[in-house]
Structure formats: structure tokens, C-alpha cells
């Protein structure tokens, strides 16, 4: 809960991290951050030429670095969310044996230059780009041999299943304490 909390801080302050990497099996925080930095960073302005959504079953790493490595049109940011980023061939495990009209060979090595590709956009990201992956209901396997992109970053902001369930038990503990509170306060 204080990641998120600090992390919605941050973005209220109009502190912000080149590529946000959200993910987990629960959407709620995925979804709360998205939506604020889609609706929040740019004004409505600047959103008509700064901002770009795009579907992860629709585009491909390279696409998404394309949009990122653009500069902003008369505004300092440009912000490239990617929806469904778990459908994105490139992060998936089995990635070569989904695409069966590709020649194997030819898909793994266009799936490792991609990777290759954001791994190197993630170690030098694009300074006025706001990068945010939303990976929803299920983790990206990390240790994965395929692909090999690095998610080690200082400038990375990661959010993962774990903050949820701590957010709702830090939420019931308040709740039980402000009840107990009110009770106490209307005992005679």
C-alpha cells in the first residue's frame, strides 16, 4: 500500500517515472493508475497529439518503442500506455508456439531483437516519454529465457499483486479502528 500510495504521491506532485510497469492477477491497482495518467498528466489539448493507447494483442515491442522514442508535440510529456500487455507475444512464455505461420527460427529471433530492443529503451528510456504497461491478471515470468528484457531499472516503477491484498488488510484495520473508536465514543 505505501508503493502505491507514494506512487500516486508522486503522480498528484507531477513526479513522474519514465516507464511504470504495472502488474498482477488483480486489476484494481492497475487500472486506478492507468486511468489517473491517462486523465491527468496531459491536458486535453495535449493529449490529442501526446498521448497514445495501444493493445498489446494489437502491436508488438517494436511498435511500443517506436511510440516512446517520439517527442512531444508543444508539451513537455507524451504518454504511451499499453492495455493488455499480457497479451503481448514478446512477454509471452510460450511465444514462439503461439505464432504457427511464422518459420520458428525467424520468429525467435525477431522475438529476441525485440526484447533486446526494450531492454535497451528500458536501461535509457526517452526522458519526456511516459511508458506504462498494464499486465493484468497474471505476473510476468521474470526468470523466463524468452525474452530476456531486463526490468531493472531505478527509473521503473513496478506494482504488483502484493500491494493490493496489504491495501485491503491496512484498509480493514482502519475501518476495525475507526468502528471501535466511534463505539467507544458513544458508550456511556
Same mark, same amino acid.
Do not use: W
Given at each position: 500500500?505505501?508503493?502505491?500510495?507514494?506512487?500516486?504521491?508522486?503522480?498528484?506532485?507531477?513526479?513522474? /517515472?519514465?516507464?511504470?510497469?504495472?502488474?498482477?492477477?488483480?486489476?484494481?491497482?492497475?487500472?486506478?493508475? %492507468?486511468?489517473?495518467?491517462? /486523465?491527468?498528466?496531459?491536458?486535453?489539448?495535449?493529449?490529442? =497529439?501526446?498521448?497514445?493507447?495501444?493493445?498489446? /494483442?494489437?502491436?508488438?515491442?517494436?511498435?511500443?518503442?517506436? &511510440? &516512446?522514442?517520439?517527442? #512531444?508535440?508543444? %508539451? !513537455?510529456?507524451?504518454?504511451?500506455?499499453?492495455?493488455? &500487455?499480457?497479451?503481448?507475444?514478446?512477454?509471452?512464455?510460450? @511465444? @514462439?508456439?503461439?505464432?504457427?505461420? $511464422?518459420? !520458428? *527460427?525467424?520468429?525467435?529471433?525477431? @522475438?529476441?531483437?525485440?526484447?533486446?530492443?526494450?531492454?535497451?529503451?528500458?536501461?535509457?528510456?526517452?526522458?519526456?516519454?511516459?511508458?506504462? =504497461?498494464?499486465?493484468?491478471?497474471?505476473?510476468?515470468?521474470?526468470?523466463?529465457?524468452? #525474452?530476456?528484457? %531486463?526490468?531493472?531499472?531505478?527509473?521503473? &516503477?513496478?506494482? !504488483?499483486?502484493?500491494?493490493? =491484498?496489504?491495501?485491503?488488510?491496512?484498509?480493514?484495520?482502519?475501518?476495525?479502528?475507526?468502528? @471501535? *473508536? /466511534?463505539?467507544?465514543? $458513544?458508550? #456511556?
Amino acid at each position: 500500500m505505501k508503493e502505491v500510495t507514494q506512487l500516486l504521491t508522486d503522480l498528484k506532485r507531477k513526479i513522474f /517515472k519514465p516507464v511504470y510497469f504495472l502488474s498482477g492477477e488483480e486489476a484494481y491497482y492497475i487500472d486506478l493508475i %492507468s486511468d489517473y495518467i491517462e /486523465k491527468n498528466v496531459l491536458d486535453e489539448n495535449e493529449q490529442e =497529439f501526446n498521448q497514445t493507447i495501444l493493445y498489446g /494483442k494489437d502491436v508488438d515491442l517494436n511498435a511500443i518503442i517506436s &511510440a &516512446a522514442k517520439r517527442f #512531444p508535440m508543444m %508539451s !513537455e510529456y507524451q504518454v504511451v500506455i499499453v492495455k493488455e &500487455a499480457q497479451n503481448l507475444k514478446e512477454l509471452g512464455k510460450n @511465444s @514462439s508456439d503461439e505464432e504457427d505461420d $511464422h518459420d !520458428e *527460427s525467424t520468429f525467435k529471433k525477431g @522475438s529476441a531483437s525485440s526484447s533486446n530492443a526494450l531492454t535497451s529503451y528500458l536501461q535509457n528510456p526517452q526522458p519526456s516519454t511516459i511508458l506504462v =504497461f498494464c499486465y493484468k491478471y497474471k505476473k510476468l515470468d521474470k526468470e523466463n529465457e524468452k #525474452p530476456r528484457v %531486463s526490468f531493472k531499472n531505478k527509473d521503473l &516503477a513496478e506494482i !504488483e499483486d502484493d500491494e493490493y =491484498f496489504r491495501y485491503l488488510k491496512e484498509l480493514e484495520k482502519q475501518k476495525r479502528g475507526k468502528l @471501535s *473508536s /466511534k463505539n467507544q465514543e $458513544h458508550d #456511556p
